[in-house]
């Protein structure tokens, strides 16, 4: 991700901080400061980089889970909002996804335990008081926060953690697809519910609410696409009637053809051997980067991952995800026989849904 930077690594995954939540620290400091002096904004400080940790706990033991599966896991990103772990698309095993999915509450739920016998072994005198992340006991207000983080990822709802273990447990009775769409209505449902008590209790938790929605919706419209494309071979979707173009043209003479054609990736070949593709993204950035005058030989990259006609379209779509690419060239052999994009997928996805 953009703007983010690695501070640590364990167990061979990098963590990564996103520069806006330094921003967080900053506002958290002064606004402490203005609210009760100094010591609440140095203690609100603190408190926020303790609950930030106490998060990245909790993504960790979603990865560690996802790994022992062969789940690849990129790393994770520390963002104002929480954390997030970037991974390979997660395993469609109900039993497995349960497992991912639960292995992050539970965790959240030890922590909160250990800070909560850690609270009474070093404070028996203590009486209880409010929970806030400028003053208190420290102990005690991550006792309580790590439980609320507990509760509030087990809502049976996606995006939440909740929500893949309900799809999870909901699997092992029905298919992915009709687990999803149950999961998604019982979602959709209580985002509905939290939305109209949100309205008058809590706008926060109108405003989650319609964050749930959305993700439930995203969730479905995913899964859909998935099961549709899963026993579709690639040769079904691609593109297969494409121009190639030569090492030796320039920038300014591929500008001219996505101007003036429909094409916007292209093969590089010379001869009848296949070199590389120069997809729209890198085009782009090589127009930025380099003279008109530069030949595509300059900038294009002689390695590239590619498919063939026979692979499902689903596991072309899932490389091109992982990977961050648009296309990919589809191969047989050492012989170029198509394009496959996003967009194609997308349209063939569309065109299947009118179909039916
Ligand atoms: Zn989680």
């Not at 997030?84 to 639960?102: D, F, H, R």
């Not at 335990?113 to 009486?127: G, S, V």
Request: aromatic content about 12%.
């Amino acid at each position: 991700m953009r703007w983010s930077f690695q501070i640590a690594k364990f167990f061979g995954i990098p963590i990564r901080v996103h520069i806006t939540f330094f921003l967080l620290l900053i506002f958290i400091g002064l606004y402490g400061s203005r609210l009760q002096g100094a010591r609440s904004g140095l203690f609100g400080i603190v408190s926020i980089i303790l609950i930030f940790l106490c998060v990245i706990i909790h993504e960790f033991a979603h990865s560690l889970v996802a790994r022992k599966y062969g789940v690849k896991i990129k790393d994770i990103i520390l963002l104002p909002i929480g954390g997030v772990s970037e991974m390979e698309e997660l395993p469609s095993q109900p039993k497995q996804e349960i497992n991912v999915a639960l292995a992050g509450p539970l965790t959240s739920i030890v922590l909160s335990l250990i800070f909560f016998f850690a609270y009474r072994l070093l404070f028996p005198e203590a009486k209880a008081v409010n929970i806030s992340i400028f003053q208190g006991n420290l102990f005690l207000n991550l006792f309580a926060i790590n439980l609320m983080l507990a509760i509030f990822n087990l809502i049976p709802a996606f995006p939440m953690d909740g929500g893949r273990v309900l799809r999870g447990i909901l699997g092992l009775k029905m298919d992915l697809l009709q687990a999803t769409r149950v999961a998604v209505g019982i979602g959709e449902f209580l985002a509905i519910l939290f939305f109209f008590f949100g309205l008058f209790f809590n706008p926060w938790l109108a405003l989650i609410a319609v964050f749930i929605f959305l993700g439930a919706e995203g969730e479905k419209r995913a899964t859909e696409l998935k099961v549709e494309i899963s026993d579709v071979p690639v040769r079904v979707a691609m593109l297969s009637n494409v121009e190639a173009i030569s090492p030796d043209v320039t920038l300014s003479q591929v500008l001219e053809k996505i101007c003036h054609g429909l094409q916007q990736d292209f093969p590089i070949m010379e001869g009848k051997e296949f070199l590389g593709i120069l997809s729209r993204g890198t085009f782009f950035s090589a127009l930025h980067n380099h003279s008109k005058e530069t030949k595509v030989r300059e900038i294009m990259s002689r390695e590239f991952t590619s498919t063939s006609e026979d692979a499902p379209l689903s596991e072309a779509f899932q490389r091109m995800n992982s990977e961050k690419l648009s296309v990919l060239p589809v191969m047989q052999g050492k012989i170029f026989k198509g394009l496959i994009s996003l967009e194609q997928i997308g349209k063939y996805h569309m065109l299947c849904g009118l179909r039916k």
